[in-house]
């Protein structure tokens, strides 16, 4: 017959200009996780920035909540391939939170309850790209997504935007965090395809 | 909801010329040892991750490239490898 049917080989995916190099687009949100969702009571929730030299600056949840807040809307995109474009979040953005702290560290290294690591050169969370946010969609952060709060960093690969963060180191020197240690990218620029270790 | 450890079988087959899954790990953190095959497996995320089911430490973690496999044993201390016909 000479027809071939397109119907076969799996869901369809949508091409969308814009979107990455490799990365097809989704409407839901799909849930990644390389361990427990941890559960973290507000009254128990902290979040702690540590300098170089050991200086802490931190807030619990009602000082947190207290401090000006952003809402964005932004496109994100995961190393697995999804993106996800428009999302909106709520969020405290990383130059309020280290605007009163004293550093020269070039680098971080982002903590999360439960013991998840990503590191994010300190440019990168700087001038308006990265939020600890604690809304999206208008909704509370579901604990599956990140709550109470996570880190939104969306011009990087998603892994990059930790869930359940509680802190954040600051360093002079780069140093891969859990996904990075296990071969992927250190610094993981999706627009670059910058997925393993070497791309 | 994790799997068990013996859903990276197929993974690990590719780099081992053994079964894996029958090896006995002992935890970095708790040293706590059983099979492979028994660990606590994550793999909705952008890698298999491999926890102690005593203490949920990670003890191996497998990241596929489309031409690479690397595989992180830093959360074990040791793999104890049962030889065919001993």
């Known amino acids: 017959m000479g027809i071939i049917s397109r119907g076969f080989g799996g869901r369809r995916r949508e091409s969308v200009p814009g979107l990455p190099p490799g990365q097809y687009l989704t409407h839901d949100f799909p849930v990644l996780s390389a361990g427990p969702t941890p559960r973290i009571p507000l009254d128990r929730w902290r979040f702690t920035i540590t300098t170089e030299t050991g200086d ?5 949840w009602t000082e947190f909540q207290a401090l000006p807040a952003e809402d964005v809307t932004v496109d994100i ?34 903590h999360s309850f439960g013991g998840y690591t ?8 700087l001038d308006g790209k990265a939020w600890v946010a604690y809304k999206f969609d208008g909704e509370d952060l579901e604990p599956e997504h990140g709550g109470p709060a996570r880190l939104v ?16 180191q600051l360093m ?15 610094y993981g620029d999706p627009w670059r395809e910058q997925r393993y270790q070497g791309d | 909801m994790p ?6 079988a197929g993974d690990l087959r590719e780099i081992f010329a053994v079964d894996v899954t ?9 040293t ?55």
């Not at chain 2, 029958?22 to 708790?30: F, P």
Request: charged share 20%; net charge negative; hydrophobic share 40%.
């Open chain 1, 77 to 110: 995109h995961c190393v697995t391939k999804w993106s996800k474009l428009g999302t909106t979040w709520r969020g405290v953005s990383l130059d309020t939170l280290l605007e009163d702290v004293e550093s020269s560290a070039d680098y971080t290294m982002v």
């Open chain 1, 56 to 60: 802490k600056t931190s807030w619990n």
């Open chain 2, 22 to 30: 029958a090896a006995r790990y002992m935890c970095a953190g708790c």
């Open chain 1, 153 to 168: 960093v969306p011009h990087l690969y998603f892994w990059k935007s930790a869930k359940w963060v509680n802190g954040l």
């Open chain 1, 118 to 125: 990503t590191n994010v050169p300190m440019e990168d969370l």
């Open chain 1, 172 to 186: 002079g020197d780069d140093e891969p965090g859990f996904w990075e240690a296990a071969g992927y990218h250190m």
């Open chain 2, 3 to 8: 799997l068990d450890g013996n859903a990276m």
């Open chain 2, 32 to 86: 706590h040892t059983d099979a492979v095959g028994t660990l606590m497996l994550w793999h909705q995320s952008p890698g298999l991750v491999a926890r102690c089911p005593n203490c949920e430490d990670v003890v191996i973690r497998v990241v596929r490239a489309p031409d690479r496999v690397f595989l992180d044993l830093r959360g074990s201390v040791r793999l104890e490898v049962p030889l065919e016909g001993s």
